[in-house]
C-alpha cells in the first residue's frame, strides 16, 4: 500500500472518535440550553443524524478492510490473528488505530 493510501485510510480510522467527541459535545451542549423547540435545533439534529448513519456505514466498511488486513497481512503473528480479529470487532474505534499504526503506517519487518 503507498502512502498515500494509507494516510488516507489513517484520516477515514481517526474520524469515528473524532466524530464521538464532537457528538458528545454537541449533544451537551443541546441537552444544558434546552429553550424550547426551533428550527435550528431541528436542522442541527438532521445534520447529525445523516453524519451518525455515515459514520456507522464507514465503521462496517473500515472493519472489513481491517479484518481483511489481519488474515493477508503476514507480519501479523498467526496465534496473534483472532486476537486483533476480536479487538477490531468488539473495540474497533480504540482497536484500528493502534493496528493501522502497528501494522500499515509502521510496516514492520516480515516474522520468520
Do not use: C
Not at 79 to 94: A, C, N, R
Request: charged share 10%; hydrophobic share 55%; aromatic share 20%.
Amino acid at each position: 500500500m503507498n502512502k498515500g493510501l494509507k494516510i488516507i485510510l489513517g484520516l477515514f480510522t481517526l474520524w469515528p472518535p473524532v466524530y464521538i467527541i464532537i457528538f458528545l459535545f454537541w449533544f451537551m451542549s443541546m441537552f444544558f440550553s434546552m429553550t424550547g423547540p426551533s428550527i435550528r435545533v431541528e436542522n442541527q439534529f438532521f445534520t447529525f443524524v445523516v453524519m451518525h448513519i455515515l459514520t456507522m456505514l464507514l465503521m462496517f466498511v473500515l472493519m472489513t478492510i481491517y479484518l481483511i488486513n489481519v488474515y493477508r497481512n503476514v507480519n501479523v503473528d498467526k496465534d496473534k490473528k483472532l486476537l486483533w480479529t476480536v479487538l477490531i470487532l468488539f473495540g474497533s474505534m480504540v482497536a484500528m488505530p493502534i493496528y493501522w499504526y502497528s501494522f500499515i503506517w509502521k510496516e514492520p519487518t516480515q516474522n520468520n
